[in-house]
């Protein structure tokens, strides 16, 4: 069974409470549950990890190594200019899915960069909680057709 898992990063731990016309009402909690509902589905398990903390998203995504076959991220603010993310994604070597719920390319301008993106497969934006179930099926899709890294 394909192991797969979700993390978010900061701030996302209040969604359905925060910019609600950003991000709209479903609260990662509710989100989770949809994911959970379309991975058994697909017959994938899946884990969640949330942090505020730069260093313990880090820490997990080293952790993944022992323990997933690829990753949906959603690095939050820390999209836009961890480059300690970004290289901890690229030292993993195994496929990640960046994803977000607005589109980032059509806010502001420090939003629209994201250095993250380089070193994932591929990067899903702008449908709101449902960035998260495209992500989720498009990084199983593309570690059945032999997808490793970027």
């Known amino acids: 069974m394909l192991r797969v898992l979700v993390v978010n990063g900061p701030n996302l731990n209040l969604l359905g409470r925060r910019e609600t016309d950003v991000y709209g009402s479903m609260t990662l909690g ?51 200019y961890s480059l300690a993310v970004r290289d901890a994604i690229a030292a993993i070597s195994m496929p990640v899915v960046e994803v977000h719920m607005s589109n980032i390319h059509r806010r502001e ?34 570690i059945k057709e032999g997808a490793h890294v970027r």
């Open 109 to 142: 301008p420090f939003r629209e960069r994201s250095v993250t993106a380089a070193v994932c497969i591929g990067q899903i934006s702008g449908f709101g909680a449902a960035s998260y179930a495209l992500g989720l099926k498009a990084l199983v899709d593309a």
């Open 30 to 80: 509710q989100i989770e549950a949809d994911v959970m509902r379309i991975a058994d589905e697909m017959g994938v398990e899946v884990a969640f990890f949330q942090s505020n903390h730069e260093g313990a998203i880090i820490d997990r995504l080293h952790d993944a190594l022992d323990d997933v076959d690829g990753i949906v991220i959603n690095p939050g603010a820390l999209t836009h």
